[in-house]
């Protein structure tokens, strides 16, 4: 049965990191590119990061570049999302999607995700 699981959100001040897990199964991660959006209240959801089926290519929003950064344990079928300088307008919910199409390339356009996880809370406030 395919699953992902989202944890490691919580409440940060603005400057401070937290590192986003999402544990995958029932799918093998090396033939599959996974992608992290987000989406705050009252506005659509957003790609954040992605990364390839080959795991050697990644995508970023621009208002997260140099901040956050994908990347994924194969062995673990486990990605992360580790962010750094948080800002207060980081704050959203944060999902993690797999692109069922096999070989998939790194992508932040919604549709292109055919299975989501249930979303962890990230909130940057003082």
């Known amino acids: 049965q395919l699953q992902l699981v989202e944890s490691g959100g919580g409440l940060v001040q603005p400057g401070g990191s937290l590192r986003l897990s999402c544990a995958a199964s029932g799918f093998t991660l090396d033939y599959y590119a996974i992608g992290w959006f987000r989406q705050a209240p009252g506005k659509e959801r957003e790609g954040v990061s992605s990364i390839s089926s080959s795991g050697d290519t990644t995508k970023y929003a621009d208002s997260v570049k140099g901040r956050f950064t994908i990347s994924r344990d194969t062995a673990k079928k486990t990605v992360y999302q580790q962010m750094n300088s948080l800002k207060p307008e980081d704050t959203a919910v944060y999902y993690c999607?797999?692109?069922?199409?096999?070989?998939?390339?790194?992508?932040?356009?919604?549709?292109?995700?055919?299975?989501w996880g249930q979303g962890t809370q990230v909130t940057v406030s003082s």
């Open positions: 999607t797999v692109d069922l199409t096999f070989g998939s390339p790194a992508t932040r356009e919604v549709f292109d995700y055919d299975y």
